[in-house]
C-alpha cells in the first residue's frame, strides 16, 4: 500500500535507503525529491510516443506499448546501478502522481526482494507539501537581513555567518543569481520549482527557535521568485546594515563579478538596457570606460550612477528598521571575518 506522507518534515525524514524518481529525465531535472535519483522507467521520448498512442490509438495499446518499455527498462535499472544493493536494501519509489510508472516499478522490485515502496500520490504530493510550506504557511522563524549598498561583500559576510554559529539561507546560491543587472552566472537559473524546493528543504533544517540570516534582495532574484511565506517576513525584518568605501566595494566588485568582465560583448549588451533609466550619454560614459579597460571607474560609476540610487530609492520606500551597523575600512578577507564576527554578536544580541 502506498505510503502517505501529511508534511514536508515527514517526507523529508522518510527513513528509506533510496528514493527513486521513475520519471522520464526532463520531469526530473525541472523539479525532484531532495537527494532522489533518476531512474526513468520511460523516456522523453518514449512516454511522448506511448502518450500518442493513447490519444491516436487506444488506452489498451498505449498500456500494452508502455508495459514492454517500463518491463525493459526496469530489467536494464536492476542489471546496472541497481545490482550492488543487497537483500536489505529499502527503496522509497514516486512518480508523477504515484500511478503506473512507480508502481510498476516497485512492484518489480518487490518480487526480487527488496522493501520497496510508493509515495502516495508521487511527486505532486511532494509539491503540494512545499507550496503548502511557502504560499500558505507562517514563517516561524524570526528573520534578520543583511543590508547595504552594492558591492559591500554581504554575500560573502553570510558564508562566513554559520562557522560562528548563525542560521542563514543563501538565496542567491539557490537561485544561482548574484541578484542583480550582471548577477547571471555560468549555470543557468533552476526552475522556480526547483528553487521553491531547495527553499523549502533549507527552511525545514533550520532551527525555528533562532534567528535566520538572508541577504537583503528584491522579491525576484533574476527570474526567480521569493515566495510569500518567506517574502512577508523579510519585508518586515530588523536590518544589519554594512557599509564600506566606494573605492573599497569598486574593487571588490570587480573580483567578483571577473566573469562578466572576462567578456566586453555581453557587459556592454547588459548596460545598454540602462539607456531608458539613466540616459544615453551616462551609458555612454560607462562604455567608454569598458573599452578603455577601466574596469574598477566602471564599477565606481555604475554603483555612482545606477545602484546606490536604486538602493537609497528603495530603502527610503520600505523604511526598515536597522539593529546594527558594520562598517568595513576595507573587504580583503580579515576585513570580512570582523565583519562575520560584529554580524554573529549583533544576532546574539538581538
Known sequence: MPIAFDSLAALLDH???????????????????????NLPVLSDQERAEVGTVYKQVSAFNARRIGAALVARNAAAHIAGPLAENDGSWRPLVYCWRGGQRSGSFTMILQQVGWRAEVIAGGYQTFRRLVHRALYDDTLPHKVILLDG???????????????RGVQV?????????????????????????????????????LDPAR????????????QRNIPPALWAPMRAAPRIEVSAPLAARAAYLTQTYADIIADPERLAA?????????GAETVGQWLALLDAGEIEQLAARLMQDHYDPSYAKSRAAHAP??????????LGPAD????ADRVADIVRSL
Open 15 to 37: 527513513g528509506f535507503d533510496t528514493v527513486i524518481d521513475v520519471r522520464s529525465p526532463s520531469e526530473y531535472a525541472e523539479d525532484h525529491i531532495p537527494g532522489a535519483i
Open 211 to 222: 534567528p535566520v540570516v538572508l541577504e537583503a534582495e528584491s522579491n525576484k532574484i533574476g
Open 169 to 205: 539561507i543563501d538565496l542567491e546560491g539557490l537561485a544561482r543569481h548574484r541578484g542583480s543587472l550582471l548577477g547571471e552566472m555560468a549555470s543557468d537559473q533552476p526552475s522556480q520549482r526547483a528553487f521553491e524546493t531547495a527553499l523549502a528543504t533549507a527552511l525545514m533544517r
Open 336 to 339: 570580512l571575518d570582523r565583519a
Open 149 to 163: 549598498y552594492t558591492g559591500t561583500a554581504k554575500t560573502d559576510i553570510l558564508s562566513r555567518l554559520p562557522a
Open 270 to 278: 547588459r548596460l545598454a538596457p540602462l539607456k531608458a533609466h539613466r
Open 321 to 330: 528598521v536597522t539593529v546594527g551597523s558594520v562598517e568595513l575600512p576595507a
